[in-house]
C-alpha cells in the first residue's frame, strides 16, 4: 500500500498485534520498550504526532504506507503521555528502561560489597523507579505529591535495610551468595514501592466490566490479583540479569580469566545485564494481559450480584491490571 485510503484507515489506537496470545503481547512489548527510540530529537517527535495526528483526523496521506503511520505512532507511544499528551521525562519513558537499569543493575551487581556503594545503588534505583512511575502516572487517576514521597522512603528503606542485613549474613556464605543480595533488596523494595503506588485501588477497587464493556463495579479482589501480577513481572524483569550474570561472572572467575584481566568485571557484569535486560523486559510485561479476565464467582457479592441483572449472564469480568 503507498497512498493512505481513507477507506482502508485502520484504529491505530488499538494494538497492532493480539493481545490476547503471549506472542502478539510480546511484539507489542518490544516495540513499546525500544532503546533506540530515547534517541529521537524533539523534531523527530513532534513530525511523527503530527503525521499520527493527520492520520487520525481523516486527512490524505500521499506516499505514506500503514507501516510509516504505525513505526510513527510508536515513536509518539515511547514520549508522549496518552492520557495528557504531554512529552514525558527522558529517563521516565518505557524506551529508557533497558539503558537505565542496564547501568543501575550491573553497577549493584558490581559494588555488592561496599556498604556506601550497596546504600547509594539501592537508593538510585528506587529513586529511578520513583521517576519512571511519576512520568507514567495515569491522567485520570492522578498520583499524589504525598503517595509518591511515602512510596519511595519506604521502597528505598526496604531495600536498603534487605541488603544491608543480607550483606552482613552472606560475608561467610560462597562469594556468588553474596552476588544475589542485590537481587533480594530489589525484590523485596518492589513487593513494597508498587503496593503503595496502587494502595487507592486496594482500598477502593478496580473497575471490572463484563466483554460487552459494562461496568460490573469495583472490585479490591481485582485490585489484589492485578497489582499481584505486576510485582510478580517485575521481579521476573530483573532476575535474569541479577541472577544469571552473578553466576556466569563467578564461573569465569574460577577459571581465573578475572586475574588475567582484572579491569573486566564491571563492563562484563553491564554487557550481560543489558543483553538479558533486552530480552527480560518485553518478555515478562507480556506475562500476562493488560486487560485481564477473571471469573465473576472469584469477585465480590456485589459486582456478582449486578452481573445476575445482565442478559446473557456474564461469568467473565475484565479489568486493566496496570502496567
Excluded at 513487593?191 to 461496568?215: A, F, T, W
Amino acid at each position: 500500500m503507498s497512498d493512505m485510503d481513507l477507506d482502508r484507515r485502520v484504529n491505530i489506537d488499538a494494538p497492532r498485534w493480539d493481545q490476547n496470545t503471549y506472542i502478539g503481547r510480546l511484539k507489542y512489548f518490544f516495540n513499546v520498550t525500544n532503546p533506540l527510540y530515547i534517541l529521537k530529537t524533539d523534531e523527530d517527535l513532534n513530525k511523527a504526532k503530527e503525521l499520527v495526528d493527520k492520520y487520525k483526523s481523516g486527512q490524505p496521506l500521499h506516499g505514506v504506507t500503514l507501516n510509516d503511520v504505525y513505526h510513527a505512532k510508536n515513536v509518539v507511544d515511547s514520549a508522549f503521555h496518552p492520557d495528557t499528551g504531554e512529552k514525558m521525562i527522558l529517563f521516565g519513558r518505557m524506551s529508557a528502561q533497558v539503558p537505565m537499569n542496564m547501568i543501575i543493575t550491573g553497577c549493584m551487581i558490581t559494588f555488592y560489597k561496599s556498604t556506601p556503594a550497596v546504600v547509594f545503588w539501592q537508593w538510585f534505583n528506587q529513586s529511578f523507579n520513583a521517576l519512571v512511575n511519576y512520568t507514567n502516572r495515569s491522567g485520570s487517576s492522578e498520583i499524589s505529591t504525598e503517595q509518591i514521597t511515602k512510596s519511595y522512603v519506604l521502597a528505598t528503606s526496604g531495600a536498603v535495610s534487605t541488603a544491608i542485613a543480607l550483606n552482613k549474613l552472606a560475608k561467610r556464605a560462597p562469594s556468588v551468595v553474596s552476588r544475589l543480595v542485590p537481587f533480594a533488596a530489589v525484590a523485596a523494595a518492589n513487593c513494597i514501592n508498587i503496593p503503595l503506588m496502587r494502595y487507592k485501588e486496594l482500598e477502593q477497587g478496580l473497575s471490572v466490566v463484563d466483554e460487552n464493556n459494562n461496568l460490573l463495579g469495583h472490585s479490591k479482589t481485582a485490585a489484589t490479583y492485578g497489582i499481584s501480577a505486576v510485582v510478580l513481572s517485575r521481579i521476573c524483569m530483573c532476575a535474569p540479569g541479577m541472577i544469571l550474570t552473578p553466576f556466569i561472572v563467578e564461573w569465569i572467575e574460577r577459571k581465573g580469566v578475572i586475574r588475567r584481566y582484572p579491569w573486566l568485571p564491571a563492563p562484563l557484569q553491564l554487557l550481560l545485564c543489558g543483553v538479558f535486560l533486552t530480552f527480560a523486559t518485553p518478555m515478562c510485561c507480556a506475562l500476562f494481559p493488560q486487560t485481564y479476565p477473571i471469573a465473576i464467582h472469584k469477585l465480590e457479592t456485589e459486582i456478582q450480584e449486578n452481573g445476575k441483572k445482565l442478559n446473557p449472564v456474564p461469568l467473565i469480568a475484565y479489568y486493566n491490571k496496570g502496567l
